[in-house]
């Protein structure tokens, strides 16, 4: 792991040059020199995809200082996403059902979610159940199926 003085160099360029500490983070110099160096190199430290200040709560403030307006709802943004993500499974292998009806579903998809908003409230469920239905005969459910086998095929390695 990189030291803490050099990930901040990368991640910040030079203190005087590049940025000024305000109230303990670096804000951006902006002039056309400053921008014609340091800002093109934004992913010389790709190690942590942005910007690193020692810890998770100092990160977080870091980044709502970019909201004056709205920090407390930032941090809470935040914070819900770290808590609450969710990532499909990777496969060990192309799902075929994806590759032949992915442009089918998401079109449907698309549909469903239009459809669903002007539905009337009292049509909502009978709106977005019918569509669902669509979706699992356009192909759906071979998608559901062979994602099922895959996985369950994945986790007996």
Known sequence: MFPQDVLFT???GIEGQYYMLENGFPKAITTDEAKKTFY????IAIIVNG???????KNIEATTLAFPDYRELAKQSILNGLADGYIEPRFDRPIDAENKYNKTLVDKSQETVVKSILAKPEDFNKTFDSMTQEFLKLGGQAVIDERRAAYKEMKSK
């Open 10 to 12: 990368l991640t910040n």
């Open 51 to 57: 910007k690193d200040y020692g810890s998770l709560e």
């Open 40 to 43: 093109n190199n934004v992913d």
